[in-house]
C-alpha cells in the first residue's frame, strides 16, 4: 500500500513537472531586438487638458522672460552672437512677440 502510493506520488509529481516544462517551453521567447510592448495611452480628458495648455503657458511666459533679460545681458557683454541665439529662441516660442525681431 505504501509502495503503491509512493508510486503514484512519483507519477503525479512528474505529469505536474512535465506539463509545466512543456507550457513555458511553448511560450514565444523574446529577444533583445524585439521592443517590449507598451500599454496604449489613455485618453486625456478636456479639464486635464485645460490645466496643462495653463501649465505650458506660464512656463512659455516666463522663459520668454529670461530668455529677453539674458539676451540684454549678454548684448551688454558685447556677446551679440548668444544675445541674437536667445532672441530666436524667444521667436520660436512667440512669433509675434513686439520687438524682439527689431532687436535682431
Known amino acids: 500500500m505504501i509502495r503503491c502510493s509512493l508510486v503514484c506520488s512519483i507519477l503525479f509529481v512528474s505529469v505536474l513537472l512535465f506539463s509545466a516544462n512543456s ?13 517590449t510592448p507598451q500599454p496604449a495611452p489613455q485618453p486625456i480628458r478636456d479639464g486635464n487638458l485645460k490645466k496643462i495648455d495653463a501649465k505650458a503657458d506660464k512656463v512659455e511666459i516666463q522663459f520668454v522672460k529670461d530668455a529677453f533679460e539674458l539676451s540684454k545681458e549678454y548684448e551688454d557683454a558685447g556677446d551679440l552672437e548668444r544675445a541674437i541665439e536667445y532672441l530666436e529662441a524667444m521667436l520660436k516660442i512667440k512669433p509675434n512677440l513686439p520687438g524682439a525681431k527689431e532687436r535682431i
Request: proline fraction near 15%.
Open 23 to 35: 507550457s513555458v517551453a511553448q511560450a514565444p521567447r523574446r529577444t533583445n531586438n524585439q521592443p
